[in-house]
């Protein structure tokens, strides 16, 4: 009896929300029937948390966020995608080593029933960075909250005979295609004692999750008329995006610190090319920037609704066209267009609302 009371109280308080709340509905909603509207929780607005870099994956139908910051890398877990879970710290870097400070854009993958943290790093604090490589945490169980081992520094160079050779790497993101685990990132043609250097992707093959076993090979340069022209030519970010035999990889370009800042890609029109063929990679763009007033978007991830039906843009925007690294996490649905490449559209504005992801529960209402 106490069930069937609750649940009445339930459906009672939707019924409240659908006939006293419409002011607070997107225009769309309003427009359609009243037994079509739903209540205004089922909206969500921009930006949904403060960070920069932001990275989300999907594992068993939980969303695992990570982030530098709080003295390390944390990790979220979250049964929602508009929601952060709280930031738990995983990892703290060293006192002393190639590795102590700088930590940058953390990523977090589950392989082979482990999970991986792939970051940037430096041996100095503060700038010019010119210290950064990419190195790789593995969990010594399932537990996605660690604790962690270091496996140190990756290899990003030309010559994997000479580990010296190791080069200036950020951004490393995995991925696999046809059976072959690959590495891609944002790099320099050579160490350099200034940070003021031209950044490039780069693409390598792995034998297994914490080991790059052949030299890099350069696939994007900063060359297009909407990736120059700033004060510094950047590609970074780089992050794989998949579509039935086609494979993108979406990185940002321009600086980072401007208004500039947007996303751009580069496309495998089939996922049976090599992608290890510079030659087989179209670049083209911009596919998603700035509008007058969301600034300065980019280092995103991808990720799909709690039912799986559709396809979401998770990213990081300035907070003001002011130069600097403030930002905020944003996300929005993306479609594809005919020719199967990405639709991002364009950045929503802040305030603006947006339907919830297919799938995700008003937790408001299921909580009680």
């Known amino acids: 009896m106490f069930l069937k009371i609750r649940l009445f109280a339930a459906l009672f308080y939707v019924t409240l929300l659908v006939g006293c709340s419409t002011s607070t509905l997107a225009p769309e909603a309003k427009r359609s029937n009243k037994a079509e509207q739903q209540p205004a929780d089922a909206y969500f607005t921009n930006p949904i948390a403060d960070g920069a870099d932001p990275w989300v994956i999907k594992v068993n139908g939980a969303y695992y966020s990570c982030g530098s910051g709080k003295g390390g890398i944390y990790v979220s877990k979250s049964d929602g995608l508009t929601k952060l879970g709280e930031r738990v710290v995983v990892w703290r870097p060293p006192t002393s080593g190639w590795n102590q400070s700088n930590i940058w854009a953390p990523e977090i993958h589950f392989m082979n029933g482990r999970w991986y943290i792939y970051y940037a790093a430096g041996s100095k604090p503060g700038g010019p960075f010119i210290y950064q490589r990419s190195g790789v945490l593995e969990s010594v169980s399932a537990d996605p909250f660690g604790p962690y081992e270091d496996k140190g520094m990756l290899y990003t160079g030309d010559n994997i005979q000479d580990a010296a050779s190791v080069k200036w790497a950020i951004d490393l993101s995995p991925f696999r295609m046809n059976g072959q685990l690959y590495a891609v ?174 799938g995700e529960k008003l937790a408001e209402l299921i909580s009680k």
Not at 236 to 257: N, V
Request: aromatic share 12%; charged share 25%.
């Open 185 to 358: 990132w944002s790099g320099w043609e050579e160490n350099a004692d200034t940070d003021r250097t031209k950044q490039h992707l780069y693409i390598a093959r792995m034998s297994n999750p914490y080991t790059i076993s052949s030299n890099r090979v350069k696939i994007s340069s900063p060359t297009e008329e909407w990736e120059t022209g700033g004060e510094l030519d950047l590609n970074e970010g780089p992050e794989l995006l998949r579509k039935k035999e086609k494979a993108f990889i979406i990185y940002s370009c321009r600086e980072s610190w401007l208004k500039e800042y947007r996303l751009a890609q580069l496309m495998l029109a089939d996922t049976t090319l090599n992608p290890m063929e510079p030659a087989n990679w179209q670049k083209s763009g911009p596919v998603f920037q700035s509008t007058e007033d969301v600034f300065g978007v980019g280092h995103c991830s991808f990720t799909k609704s709690p039912d799986n039906t559709e396809d979401w843009i998770y990213y990081h925007a300035k907070k003001s066209t002011t130069p600097g690294w403030q930002r905020e996490i944003r996300l929005q649905p993306f479609t594809w267009k005919k020719d199967g490449s990405p639709d991002f559209g364009k950045p929503i504005s802040s305030g603006v609302p947006i339907k919830l992801p297919a």
